[in-house]
Nanobody
Framework: QVQLVESGGGLVQAGGSLRLSCAASGSIRGPNTMGWYRQAPGKQRELVATITTVLSTNYADSVKGRFTISRDNAKNTVYLQMNSLKPEDTAVYYC?????????????WGQGSQVTVSS
């Protein structure tokens, strides 16, 4: 089993910044992809950004140029630096870990962190 513990959410004004962290522990074997997803009220969960063990990244178009995902493999921790935040970024942000070659059914999820951006 893998446990993901998130920190760093909160309330910020539009144009501000926040940084999310997610520390993974437990049975982490081999390469993997870690990432962030978000779910706004009444909407489906959507991908924000992912990063592989070899630091290959992928971003949703809506956050490109504003958000940066990074990871520290030695600490099994992934970060999401969010700049120029907009009210539409308001959502619960979930950390995700998928083992290399795994399917959705193999995913691990964090508890979720509320990010609220006021206009």
């Amino acid at each position: 089993q893998v446990q993901l513990v998130e920190s760093g959410g909160g309330l910020v004004q539009a144009g501000g910044s926040l940084r999310l962290s997610c520390a993974a522990s437990g049975s982490i074997r081999g390469p993997n992809t870690m990432g962030w997803y978000r779910q706004a009220p009444g909407k489906q969960r959507e991908l924000v950004a992912t990063i592989t063990t070899v630091l290959s990244t992928n971003y949703a178009d809506s956050v490109k140029g504003r958000f940066t995902i990074s990871r520290d493999n030695a600490k099994n921790t992934v970060y999401l630096q969010m700049n120029s935040l907009k009210p539409e970024d308001t959502a619960v942000y979930y950390c995700n870990l998928r083992p290399w070659g795994g399917l959705k059914s193999d995913d691990y999820w964090g508890q979720g962190s509320q990010v609220t951006v006021s206009s």
